[in-house]
Nanobody
Framework: QVQLVESGGGLVQAGGSLRLSCAAS????????MNWFRQAPGRGRLFIAG????????NYADSVKGRFTISRDSAKNTVYLQMNDLKPEDTAVYYC???????????WGQGTQVTVSS
């Protein structure tokens, strides 16, 4: 089992930046990909960025391409989401999630609120 703890959310003005962190502990060798999702009020949880734990390949939702960057600090087992040029529509609770190498049960963090004011 993998445990995830997110941090770094907050309130920022449109055009500003934030960096979210997701620290993984436990059975980190079982991670296939680390991902960021977000959920805006009244909407479903949407994928926004992914990081392959083995190859370091990344992928992004179209809505954040060119503005958000996912990265990893291997020594700290931590994944980051650098968010630049934030827009009010980026306001949401952001979750990190670990997809396992085997099985279908993902591990989720508790979520961190990001609010972008116009």
């Amino acid at each position: 089992q993998v445990q995830l703890v997110e941090s770094g959310g907050g309130l920022v003005q449109a055009g500003g930046s934030l960096r979210l962190s997701c620290a993984a502990s436990g059975l980190t060798s079982s991670i296939y990909t680390m991902n960021w999702f977000r959920q805006a009020p009244g909407r479903g949880r949407l994928f926004i960025a992914g990081f392959n734990w083995d190859t370091a390949n990344t992928n992004y939702a179209d809505s954040v391409k060119g503005r958000f960057t996912i990265s990893r600090d291997s020594a700290k087992n931590t994944v980051y989401l650098q968010m630049n040029d934030l827009k009010p529509e980026d306001t949401a609770v952001y979750y990190c999630a670990a997809r396992p190498l085997y099985g279908t049960i993902w591990s989720w963090g508790q979520g961190t609120q990001v609010t972008v004011s116009s």
